[in-house]
C-alpha cells in the first residue's frame, strides 16, 4: 500500500522545485520578517495584557510569526496539487500504478521539509535580532512542533484542493480560509484580550495549538500546557492526513 | 490475441452525453485511430480506459485487466501521451523522465539505461539537462512521448500526438509511431482529427461522432466504401456521344453531367483515364481537361455524419472548449 520509492519522489520533486523557486522563497520569508521588524521593533517598549511582564513583544511574536510561515507554506504546499492539475502534471501522477496514500504522504513530506526550512530560517533570523530560545533542546522540541502544524496544514490545502477544479477559488481561500486561520491563531497578540465567541473560534484553529505549543517551548510561556497542545496538534494531523487522502483519491483527476 | 476491449461504455457529464454506449476491440500489435472532431468524445473515451475517469457504466478491458477492478494492473500495462502537456516545467526532461520511471518502480540501473535509450530515440539526448519550460511545443512532444515509453507499456495512448506541430516535426512524430508499433510491438491507440494523419498511420479507424462510433474498418475499405475514384472531365464537344458511349461500359458506376463537365465515377482511376481519352479521340470529342479525385477520410467523414469535420468542429467547438475547462 505505501511505496517509499514513490514518497521520495514525489519530495525530491517537491525539493527540487523549491529550491529553484528562489523568488517564492524571499516571497514568504518576506511577509513575516516586516511583521517582525516594523511590529515588533514599534510594539517591543509596550507592555500587553496576556504577556507576561518578563517577556518583550518581539520574544513574544517570534514563535507567532514562526507558526505564520508554516501556515502559509503548508496551505501553499497542499494547494499546488491545483497547479499540476492546471499544468497537467496532475494527470501524468494519477495514471501512475502507485497508491494514492503513498502520493500524499510523499507530498507532505515534502511539504513539511521545505516548510520547516522556511520556519528554521525565521527562527534564525530572529536570534540574530536578538531573539533568545531556551537553547538547543528546544530547538529539537519545536521541530516536532513545526512538523505538525505542516502536516495538518497540508492536509486541509489538498482538501480544498482537490475540490476545486481551476485556481479560480483561489483568492477565497486566501482571504477566508488563511487569514482567518492566522489573526485567529493568537500569531500577534494574547488570545484572552479577544471576546469569548472568538476566543471560542480561535480554540477551532490548530495553528492557536501549534504557536501556543512553540511559545511554551521556546520562551517559556503559553496558555495551555505543551503536552496538550501536542495532543490537539497530533489529532488535527491524523484527521487532515486522513481527509486529505480522501478527497484527492476521490475526486478525479481530469 | 486483444489487446483492447470495449464494452458499451457510457460517460455523462451531467445532461451532456460525452460517450454514448460504444463497443470495439483491438488486436495486439495493432496500430488503432480514432478519428472525429474535437468534442466528439475521443479524449474522453481515452481518459476513461487508462483509469483517469469512471465510467457511468459499461466497461473495458486492457491487456486482460479491467479498468474498473484491476486498475493498478491497467496502470502498469499502459503508456499514455496526453493531448495537453503533462510534463513538470521547473524540472528538466531528465528529471521528468526520472520521475515517471520511480513512479513505475523501474530499478536504478535499468533507469539508466531506458531513459538514455529513449532520449536518443526522440532525438533530446543533448537537450535533457534543460528545464522543460525552455522546450519548444515540439520538444515536449517528444519528451512525452519518450516518457510513454521508458516503463515498456503493451498498450500505448496517443492523444492528438501532433496536435499543433509544424509540418517537419509532425513528419518525425509519425515515423517514430510506425517505427514503435513494427519494432517494439506496441499495441497504440491514436486520437487524431487530422484525416491525413489517420490514413498514414493507423491500421485501421474508428470514426467517431457525437460519442458514437458511426464506421470501423481500415482506411482503404472505408474509401473503398464510396464506390471508388471520380473523374472528372471537361469536354470541348461531343458530350452526348461520350455520355452515350461511357453508359456502355461496365466498369463505369455513374456518369454526371452537369454544364460541359463529366463526372465519372470507376474503381482505379488513375488506370481508366487512357482508356476515356482514347475513346474520345476515337469517337472526335475534344477533351479541354481531366481530373482525378481520389476519395479522402474526409470523404468517408461527410458520408456517414453527412458534414465535414470542420463544419462539425464549428458546430461543437465551443462546447467542448467549455467542457475542458472544468
Known amino acids: 500500500m505505501i511505496n517509499f520509492m514513490v514518497i521520495y519522489v514525489m519530495w525530491l520533486r517537491e525539493l527540487k522545485k523549491f529550491v529553484r523557486m528562489k523568488s517564492r522563497i524571499i516571497g514568504t520569508l518576506a511577509m513575516p520578517l516586516f511583521f517582525l521588524g516594523f511590529m515588533g521593533i514599534g510594539f517591543n517598549k509596550m507592555s500587553m495584557p496576556g504577556i507576561p511582564q518578563n517577556i518583550n513583544y518581539m520574544s513574544f511574536l517570534v514563535p507567532g510569526m514562526i507558526g505564520m510561515t508554516m501556515l502559509f ?24 500504478p502507485v497508491s494514492r496514500v503513498s502520493i500524499v504522504l510523499g507530498r507532505i513530506a515534502g511539504g513539511i521539509t521545505t516548510g520547516m526550512i522556511q520556519g528554521i530560517m525565521i527562527l534564525f533570523i530572529s536570534m540574530f535580532l536578538g531573539f533568545k530560545t ?8 519545536a521541530l516536532v512542533f513545526l512538523i505538525l502544524i505542516a502536516t495538518t496544514f497540508i492536509g486541509l490545502g489538498l482538501v480544498f484542493a482537490s475540490n ?8 477565497l481561500i486566501m482571504n ?14 494574547p488570545l484572552q484580550n479577544l471576546p469569548a465567541f472568538v476566543r471560542f473560534l480561535a480554540h477551532l484553529d490548530p495553528l492557536t495549538y501549534g504557536i501556543d505549543g512553540l511559545r511554551g517551548v521556546l520562551i517559556g510561556t503559553s496558555s495551555h500546557s505543551i503536552g ?15 481527509l486529505g487522502t480522501y478527497f484527492f483519491e476521490k475526486n478525479e483527476s481530469v | 490475441m486483444i489487446s483492447i476491449k470495449v464494452d458499451k461504455l457510457i460517460k455523462k457529464f451531467g445532461n451532456f452525453t460525452a460517450v454514448d454506449g460504444i463497443s470495439f476491440s483491438v488486436a495486439t500489435g495493432e496500430l488503432f485511430g480514432f478519428l472525429g472532431p474535437n468534442g466528439a468524445g475521443k479524449t474522453t473515451t481515452i481518459n476513461m480506459l487508462s483509469t483517469l475517469l469512471r465510467p457511468t457504466s459499461g466497461s473495458a478491458e486492457i491487456a486482460g485487466y479491467n479498468i474498473l477492478k484491476q486498475k493498478d494492473d491497467v496502470r502498469k500495462s499502459i503508456g499514455i501521451v496526453f493531448q495537453e502537456p503533462a510534463l513538470d516545467s521547473k524540472l528538466t526532461g531528465r528529471e521528468n523522465l526520472d520521475i515517471h520511471s520511480m513512479l513505475y518502480g523501474i530499478d536504478k ?11 536518443e530515440l526522440v532525438e533530446l539526448s543533448d537537450k535533457a539537462n534543460i528545464l522543460v519550460e525552455k522546450y519548444s511545443g515540439g520538444m515536449k512532444r517528444r519528451l512525452e512521448i519518450a516518457r510513454g515509453l521508458i516503463h515498456m507499456p503493451k ?23 510506425l517505427k514503435l508499433n513494427k519494432e517494439g510491438n506496441v499495441t497504440i491507440i ?11 498511420l493507423c491500421s485501421r479507424i474508428a470514426i467517431i461522432d457525437h460519442g458514437k462510433i458511426v464506421a470501423i474498418d481500415t482506411p482503404s475499405r472505408l474509401k473503398d466504401s464510396l464506390g471508388g475514384d471520380v473523374i472528372r472531365l471537361e469536354i470541348g464537344t461531343g458530350i452526348e456521344s461520350l455520355i452515350d458511349k461511357t453508359k456502355g461500359l461496365s466498369w463505369v458506376s455513374s456518369c454526371k453531367q452537369h454544364d460541359n463537365f463529366l463526372d465519372l465515377t470507376v474503381q482505379q482511376g488513375e488506370k481508366r483515364i487512357p482508356d476515356l481519352i482514347n475513346m474520345a479521340q476515337a469517337g472526335n470529342v475534344t477533351i479541354n481537361s481531366v481530373n482525378l479525385h481520389k476519395p479522402s477520410l474526409e470523404d468517408v467523414f461527410l458520408n456517414f455524419t453527412g458534414k465535414t469535420i470542420r463544419e462539425q468542429e464549428a458546430n461543437h467547438g465551443g462546447h467542448m472548449k467549455m467542457r475542458m475547462r472544468r
Open chain 1, 73 to 96: 507554506s503548508s496551505m501553499f504546499a497542499g494547494i499546488s496539487v491545483l497547479w499540476d492539475r492546471e499544468f497537467g502534471f496532475l494527470k501524468e501522477i494519477m495514471v501512475a
Open chain 1, 134 to 141: 531556551r537553547g538547543i533542546f528546544s530547538i529539537f522540541v
Open chain 1, 164 to 171: 476545486m477544479k481551476d485556481m479560480q477559488g483561489f483568492n
Open chain 1, 176 to 189: 477566508f480560509v488563511i487569514f482567518p486561520l492566522f489573526f485567529l491563531s493568537g500569531a500577534m497578540f
Open chain 1, 228 to 242: 496538550l497542545n501536542l495532543i490537539a496538534l497530533v489529532v488535527s494531523s491524523l484527521l487532515m492526513v486522513f
Open chain 2, 109 to 119: 540501473a535499468t533507469r539508466k539505461r531506458k531513459i538514455a535509450e529513449v532520449l
Open chain 2, 155 to 177: 498498450v500505448l495512448f496517443l492523444d492528438e500526438p501532433t496536435l499543433g506541430l509544424d509540418a517537419q516535426t509532425r513528419r518525425h512524430i509519425w515515423d517514430y509511431i
Open chain 2, 190 to 200: 491514436l486520437t487524431t482529427h487530422y484525416m491525413e494523419e489517420a490514413d498514414y
